[in-house]
């Protein structure tokens, strides 16, 4: 089962160092999974995972820092000082009764039998502290195919934990692979499974899916049945969802065109926080299902998604209630002021690819964004501290500087500190009399 050939790259000092630990106390020591998989394949590997016949209170008593991550399951992290990493127990597991976990979890001192509990043949390879490789169930082989396999039976893989079904859809958009028909087809044959994993999950996996290449996997995911057994209100999108996957492209260049395309735009918009990606998706499914801000927002909440994406999307929407092309100067004005120019800027790239009017409305934002006068109400040319100088108190001094930046926005004035407050000046006894009537500034 060793090979000679191929090897994983050479492992740093301190993951090497657990290996070395658990090997000195007469243990075996393999590393295992995702970390192995990728370093195969020439990817940087971030997080490395360990399989040992230790038991987990030996390996807490061999190391200084370590913190019980999952005792129940096997697993200690060790800390080395640099990073985490996951110690687990060769082990066995039984029937999953509520298709999420093992009923129950027994150690082992074998290898082979804690490889074949795993979901894809890909991830079920183990390599020594040389980097030797161990395949007992043809990895290497899928992985030189770039397929997607599950170890011994699929339908038995699946059974056990549905979540195992969007997984493999998620691997497919981030390693790029194709699903093994039997696989494929098991997939479908025990979809309902999801009902019983639990929404937060499905989102993790889905974030995961959304934050590579997604589009790779959209034939399958939009098509599937899987959608028939997500969270309200996913199951009413699918029609549409199925239709959406022409914008994508149903060949493998056209899919590389539009990702090429996707991923340019959304660093060209210097997009950053870590979950853009995921606001920029669920507002292009938007726009492909029709769906209200309700139902987006809703969709976003039942995968346990951060306020933040609700936000994002809320803002997007309140945008696209008319096509950017018919934006009038000040539209465009009053868009790019207060808001996060990203967010205006996929608008127009998402009108751009979904409609058929062939107007660059990603070409209008970037004209209209050099020339906009007004992004925010700090850069107004004047302050708080020199409209309360002219007799402005409390909510007077914050309704003046808005005043003003409207009137930027208008173009009826420039921004320049001397007409801005000569502008000012000439309104305060409307602004006093509208506060003396309750109202606000008009």
């Excluded at 493998?252 to 996707?262: P, T, Y």
Aim: some cysteine.
């Amino acid at each position: 089962m060793t090979n000679s050939f191929p090897r994983l790259p050479e492992l740093p000092d301190d993951v090497s160092g657990v290996m070395r630990t658990l090997l000195e106390h007469g243990s075996q020591a393999y590393l295992v999974g995702g970390c192995v998989r990728d370093g195969l394949r020439g990817q940087p590997v971030y997080d490395y995972d360990i399989a040992t016949d230790a038991r987990p209170d030996r390996i807490q008593q061999w190391f200084p820092r370590t913190l019980a991550t999952g005792l129940r399951h096997g697993t200690v992290t060790v800390w080395t000082g640099k990073r985490p990493v996951e110690v687990t127990t060769f082990r066995t597991e039984s029937a999953y009764s509520d298709g999420r976990r093992p009923d129950r979890v027994t150690f082992t001192d074998d290898l082979v039998q804690d490889l074949a509990r795993r979901d894809f043949t890909v991830n079920a390879m183990a390599a020594d502290i040389s980097g030797h490789i161990i395949d007992p169930f043809g990895g290497l082989a899928d992985l030189a195919q770039r397929c997607l396999r599950a170890v011994g039976n699929a339908r038995h893989r699946f059974a056990e934990d549905g979540l195992r079904i969007v997984r493999a859809l998620r691997f497919v958009s981030q390693l790029g692979f194709a699903i093994e028909p039997q696989t494929l087809t098991a997939m479908h044959q025990e979809a309902q499974r999801l009902q019983s994993v639990s929404n937060e999950r499905l989102g993790q996996e889905m974030r995961r899916m959304v934050q590579t290449m997604w589009w790779l996997a959209w034939p399958l995911w939009s098509a599937g049945p899987w959608l028939t057994v997500y969270p309200h209100p996913w199951p009413k999108w699918q029609p549409a969802l199925r239709e959406g996957a022409a914008a994508v492209g149903t060949t493998e260049a056209a899919q590389a065109r539009f990702g090429r395309r996707w991923q340019t735009v959304l660093l060209d918009l210097g997009w950053q926080h870590e979950w853009a990606t995921v606001s920029a998706w669920m507002f292009w499914l938007s726009r492909l299902t029709g769906a209200s801000t309700d139902e987006t927002v809703e969709a976003i909440r039942r995968f346990a998604w951060p306020k933040q994406v609700g936000r994002d999307v809320q803002n997007m929407m309140s945008l696209a209630v008319e096509d950017p092309v018919d934006w009038s100067d000040c539209a465009w004005r009053e868009a790019l002021f207060e808001r996060p120019a990203a967010l205006v800027g996929w608008v127009c790239f998402v009108f751009d690819t979904l409609s058929p009017v062939t107007q660059n409305r990603l070409a209008m934002f970037r004209d209209r964004l050099r020339t906009q006068p007004l992004h925010r109400l700090s850069e107004l040319a004047v302050n708080g501290h020199d409209v309360a100088a002219l007799g402005l108190r409390g909510k007077q001094v914050g309704d003046a500087l808005r005043l003003l930046a409207e009137a930027v926005l208008r173009s009826e004035i420039e921004n320049e500190r001397y007409t801005l407050l000569q502008w000012l000046t000439q309104r305060l006894s409307d602004l006093h009399a509208s506060h003396r009537e309750g109202g606000g500034l008009r």
